[in-house]
C-alpha cells in the first residue's frame, strides 16, 4: 500500500506557465481533495471531489481546474501560474462515513515556487 | 472558512512536561480529529473523537471534548523531542469535507 502519492515533488514555474499536479490513492477512498499551505494560514481546500464523477469547489479555488479521472486519480491543474499560487499543496483521500474509513490520508505534498 | 481554530499558535516546553492545546469550533459536528504535520510533511491521523464521546486516550495523547462549549482539548504527556511537530484539529460535520484550523506549532526541546 503505497497510500497517497503526488507527484511532482518540487516545481519552480515561471508567471503565466501551465502544470498539472497528480495525486493518486491505492485505498479505494471515494472522496479526494486538493489543499493549499502557506505560513501561518493552515490548510485551505482548492477542490473535493466527493465521489468519482464529481468535483466541487473548496474555500479558495480560483485559478485551479480539477479532474477526477478515475476513482484513484484526483489531478489540480493551474492554467496560468502566478506568484500568489507559490505555496505547499497536499492531495488527500478519505473513506464514505460512517465507517472506520472517516480520517483522512494526506499525500507528501509538492512545493511550488511560481517566479 | 476555517471552523477549527488552535490555542496557543506556538508552543515551547522541555522534554517530559506534558503539552496541551486546544480547539474550538462553531458548528455542530460529528466528530473532531487531530492531526499532526511534521516540518515539510504532509498531516498525519492521531486521533478522533466522536460527538457523543468526552474522552478519549492512545497511547501518551488524551483529547477531551465539550460540544457544550463546542471545544477540544489535545494533551500529550510525557513530551519527547520528536513530538515536535504542528498539530492541527479538524471538525467533520458530516457529508461535507473536513475543516482544519491554523495548527499548533508545538517545540518540545531536550
Known amino acids: 500500500n503505497a497510500g497517497v502519492t503526488q507527484t511532482p515533488k518540487f516545481q519552480v514555474l515561471k508567471t503565466g506557465q501551465s502544470m498539472t499536479l497528480q495525486c493518486a490513492q491505492d485505498?479505494?477512498?471515494?472522496?479526494m481533495y486538493w489543499y493549499r499551505q502557506d505560513p501561518g494560514m493552515g490548510l485551505r481546500l482548492i477542490y473535493y471531489?466527493?465521489?468519482?464523477?464529481?468535483?466541487d469547489k473548496g474555500e479558495v479555488p480560483n485559478g485551479y481546474n480539477v479532474s477526477r479521472l478515475n476513482k484513484r486519480e484526483f489531478s489540480l491543474r493551474l492554467e496560468s501560474a502566478a506568484p500568489s499560487q507559490t505555496s505547499v499543496y497536499f492531495c488527500?483521500?478519505?473513506?464514505?462515513?460512517?465507517?472506520?474509513?472517516?480520517?483522512?490520508?494526506f499525500g507528501p505534498g509538492t512545493r511550488l515556487l511560481v517566479l | 472558512s476555517q471552523q477549527g481554530e488552535e490555542d496557543p499558535q506556538a508552543l515551547s516546553i522541555q522534554e517530559g512536561e506534558n503539552a496541551t492545546m486546544n480547539c474550538s469550533y462553531k458548528?455542530?459536528?460529528?466528530?473532531l480529529q487531530w492531526y499532526r504535520q511534521n516540518s515539510g510533511r504532509g498531516l498525519v491521523h492521531l486521533i478522533l473523537?466522536?460527538?457523543?464521546?468526552r474522552e478519549k486516550h492512545s497511547g501518551r495523547l488524551r483529547v477531551t471534548l465539550d460540544t457544550s462549549k463546542k471545544s477540544s482539548s489535545l494533551l500529550i504527556t510525557a513530551s519527547r523531542a520528536a513530538d515536535t511537530a504542528s498539530y492541527f484539529c479538524?471538525?467533520?460535520?458530516?457529508?461535507?469535507?473536513?475543516?482544519f484550523g491554523k495548527g499548533t506549532r508545538l517545540s518540545v526541546i531536550a
Open positions: 488527500a483521500s478519505r473513506g464514505t462515513p460512517p465507517s472506520f474509513q472517516e480520517t483522512q490520508y
Open positions: 479538524a471538525t467533520d460535520s458530516g457529508n461535507t469535507p473536513l475543516v
Open positions: 473523537i466522536r460527538s457523543n464521546e
Open positions: 485505498m479505494n477512498h471515494n472522496s
Open positions: 458548528t455542530s459536528i460529528n466528530n
Open positions: 471531489s466527493a465521489s468519482e464523477g464529481t468535483t
